[in-house]
């Protein structure tokens, strides 16, 4: 857990570029329109609509472009038609990549893809290569700052989450993270949002069940593999069962 929370540390961080850069609009505009065709327009009925619209308009995305991708998703607008897919490959040093995809041209996006991998160390492989080493969780985060209701301790957030049906709570140095089960995903955050617990992150995402530790070398050219993948626009999210510790963060931050 501890390699996810850097890779979110780190992803965080990008994703504030991206958003400068408009990037973000692109995945996220995708992200409303496939969830608004699969579970309708409402976001109050549509959970996972509801999460990326919330995305939206935390990366700055204006209303009305929120609204039109909505309509498009649902068919109320002509618009394009994306399907998800999920890529798997190897990075350097063996490290499990895990790829998920909204795009509407399936041969275009694997023939990038295939490249970038080849480009920086690594390789495309078959579906099921790496799939099976991650597993789908629920996963939010808190920051220690400014996150918790006035009063709480970590006690008191560790029985409140559990209560509410959370399967692990854990302390990273700057933040809690919480996990639940997809299925409570849903009821873990709006519960503790009540209580008034402010969330840096939620998502449902993967989470690889074990990690594997990187050096410095490999860890470089995994962070530019990474970064190749993310800054393509198919590619929504880029998942890895990589464990780097803090010296090498720190040696990679000051390159």
């Not at 409303?32 to 976001?43: E, L």
């Not at 919330?54 to 399907?83: L, W």
């Not at 041969?107 to 579906?127: K, M, P, V, W, Y």
């Amino acid at each position: 857990m501890s390699g996810h929370s850097k890779w979110a540390n780190i992803k965080h961080k990008k994703e504030k570029a991206d958003a400068q850069r408009g990037q973000a609009f692109t995945k996220v505009t995708r992200e409303i329109m496939v969830a608004a065709r699969q579970g309708g327009p409402d976001p109050a009925s549509n959970f996972r609509l509801r999460l990326a619209v919330e995305k939206a308009k935390s990366a700055n995305m204006p209303n009305d472009n929120i609204a039109r991708a909505i309509k498009r998703g649902a068919g109320e607008m002509d618009g394009e038609s994306y399907e998800e897919l999920t890529y798997e490959g190897y990075g350097p040093g063996g490290v499990a990549v895990l790829l998920e995809i909204m795009t509407d041209n399936r041969n275009r996006t694997a023939g990038d893809i295939r490249h970038i991998f080849s480009r920086h160390g690594g390789n495309l492989g078959e579906n099921g290569c790496v799939s099976w080493m991650f597993e789908k969780k629920g996963f939010l985060t808190i920051d220690k700052a400014e996150g918790l209701p006035k009063g709480w301790t970590e006690d008191d957030l560790m029985m409140q989450a559990l209560d509410a049906g959370a399967e692990d709570v854990r302390s990273q140095e700057e933040s809690y993270e919480i996990t639940t089960a997809p299925a409570d995903f849903e009821k873990v955050k709006e519960n503790m949002e009540k209580q008034g617990v402010k969330f840096a992150s939620a998502e449902v995402t993967m989470l690889p069940k074990n990690t594997v530790e990187v050096s410095t070398k490999e860890a470089g050219q995994l962070m530019r593999l990474v970064d190749a993948l993310e800054e393509h626009d198919d590619v929504q999210n880029v998942h890895t069962n990589s464990e780097i510790s803090d010296e090498t963060l720190a040696a990679l931050e000051r390159e």
